[in-house]
């Protein structure tokens, strides 16, 4: 920071004020409502032009909720988004959860808000509680931002805008390069296991395999390290495949009962959709003697007699077609399950040479690698990018731009 910056204390130089939520139980506070409130989770935004949710003028006048004028900076004090900076683009309210600093003739709006995004670390890391952290408004108020001459912010905020819009352009392109990649693949993949064949049979899932049921390991012997995997929901990709959940990897120290350690390529299925899209997703094994099968997965196996290739397999239970037909068919409301029986109803194509279901699936698993290391490295480079716009509000902030 240079000599002839300031720096002060947040609270000192700037009025700040929390929102407030009107009563729920009360709809003539909410029925028709007028008046933009934003969010906690939409200050993430940045910039924010217009709130989700409206509260009527009743609500406004009978709860702590209070119009912000235009130009406030927003930080989000709880939960998930606790830390998260923006900026209004219009006049609107808050619930409690925001924290508001308005605008005086100190600051530039736009300075302010690249100069609490530089803190945003700070202020997470000095937040209470664990699951769910709390920046309190006396904690935003304790901040201390540099303050140069209306000028020099003037200056910092066009250079951080040209920066990061150069940034947020970069993200996007890498981003659209990786969903491009994904749709590439999987266009591919429904191409090769719909096409005309003569050697292609339409049959149901129960014409090739046996579905069964995992065990239902007890609790107790469950724990944060060992050396047998609990395989759950979790550890299924929502596009397929197998997710290793670090820190959050289940294990099981108890007697194992025979048939349940799994063999590296064995094909498991998601039943139950522990999370949105995972109900019928598929993984392979990735290494024998580890892992462990356990309830609501479903382990397919070849019926005797039949001969068909599990990278094969894995790739016709992961298609649009399979997944879409899975999910129909699903019983439940707040948790969608499935169950062998469903499972093995669901109508599929396959050719019935084993050389042709390894031809195919070779080209997909080889597909599929390429698309995995796109994404790879475009996530790569969006963390780059992202240590770049910090090292730019560090450097501002410190009078080296």
């Not at 749709?183 to 049959?203: I, N």
């Not at 397929?240 to 025979?258: A, T």
């Amino acid at each position: 920071m240079t000599a002839d910056w300031d720096l002060v204390r947040l609270g000192d130089v700037c009025t700040t004020s929390s929102g407030g939520t009107p009563t729920k139980s009360v709809r003539e506070y909410y029925d028709d409502g007028t008046v933009p409130w934003v969010l906690s989770g939409e200050v993430a935004q940045g910039e924010v032009f217009e709130a989700k949710n409206h509260i009527t003028e009743l609500g406004l006048a009978n709860s702590s909720a209070k119009l912000f004028p235009l130009d406030t900076v927003l930080v989000a004090m709880y939960g998930a988004t606790a830390g998260q900076v923006g900026i209004l683009r219009t006049t609107a309210a808050t619930n409690q959860a925001v924290c508001g600093v308005l605008p005086n003739d100190r600051f530039v709006p736009d300075y302010l808000r690249y100069a609490l995004l530089n803190e945003q670390a700070s202020m997470v890391a000095s937040a209470v509680g664990n699951a769910q952290p709390n920046i309190s408004q006396a904690k935003v108020q304790d901040v201390r931002i540099p303050l140069p001459p209306l000028e020099e912010q003037k200056r910092i905020v066009a250079i951080l805008d040209a920066a990061f819009a150069d940034i947020e352009h970069s993200v996007q392109k890498s981003t659209a390069s990786s969903a491009l990649a994904s749709d590439l693949f999987r266009s591919r993949r429904e191409e090769l296991l719909a096409a005309s064949e003569e050697a292609a049979v339409d049959g149901v899932l129960g014409d090739l395999a046996e579905i069964k049921h995992g065990y239902a390991f007890e609790g107790e012997h469950f724990r944060g390290d060992g050396e047998y995997v609990l395989l759950t929901p979790g550890n299924f990709h929502e596009t397929g495949g197998y997710r290793d959940r670090g820190h959050k990897q289940k294990y099981f120290v108890g007697p194992i009962p025979h048939g349940y350690v799994m063999k590296q390529g064995d094909l498991l299925v998601a039943m139950t959709a522990q999370a949105p899209g995972l109900l019928g997703s598929p993984l392979r094994v990735p290494e024998g003697g580890k892992f462990l099968h356990n309830q609501r997965l479903g382990l397919v196996q070849p019926k005797p007699g039949v001969e068909w290739d599990s990278r094969f397999m894995f790739h016709l239970l992961n298609s649009e077609s399979t997944r879409a037909v899975v999910e129909l068919n699903a019983t439940g409301t707040k948790v969608r399950h499935t169950s062998p029986k469903k499972m093995q109803a669901v109508a599929v194509r396959y050719p019935v040479s084993l050389m042709r279901q390894r031809e195919i699936a070779d080209e997909l698993d080889s597909l599929l690698t390429l698309t995995d290391e796109l994404g790879q490295r475009e996530h790569a480079k969006s963390v780059q990018v992202l240590d770049l716009r910090q090292s730019l509000l560090h450097r501002a902030f410190s009078g080296q731009l």
